[in-house]
Nanobody, 124 residues
Framework: VQLQASGGGLVQAGDSLTLSCAAS????????VGWFRQAPGKEREFVAA????????YYADSVKGRFTISKDNADNTVNLQMNGLNPEDTAVYYC??????????????????WGKGTQVTVSS
């Protein structure tokens, strides 16, 4: 599975951005997808995840109510709509996929495939 994240950029506080994660290769349409982020000098942290069907989603408390994850099964793309961005959201954002079902999608250790990150910078 290959993952390509896109959509990052420089925005001002309060603005919105939509990140996209395109999956290709074997099993691209299977399993869930998660978004993680890593800010400078910090550990990578969970942001949001969706089950393979898109019917079950998970969010970190820090983004709940502001971010929305959605899965487009037609083209194996997962989007992360980010509203009300603030400087604390500045980070490199990564999308990832596990290779089995039935794992905890909020845990980084559950993921086997990672895309290259996309930078999100929010100025105050």
């Amino acid at each position: 599975v290959q993952l390509q994240a896109s959509g990052g950029g420089l925005v001002q506080a309060g603005d919105s951005l939509t990140l996209s994660c395109a999956a290709s290769g074997r099993d691209a349409s299977n399993y869930g997808v998660g978004w993680f982020r890593q800010a400078p000098g910090k550990e990578r942290e969970f942001v949001a995840a969706t089950s393979w069907s898109g019917r079950t989603v998970y969010y970190a408390d820090s983004v709940k109510g502001r971010f929305t994850i959605s899965k487009d099964n037609a083209d194996n793309t997962v989007n992360l709509q980010m509203n009300g961005l603030n400087p604390e959201d500045t980070a490199v954002y990564y999308c990832a996929k596990p290779k089995v079902y039935g794992i905890d999608l909020m845990q980084e250790s559950s993921y086997s495939y990672w895309g290259k990150g996309t930078q999100v910078t929010v100025s105050s």
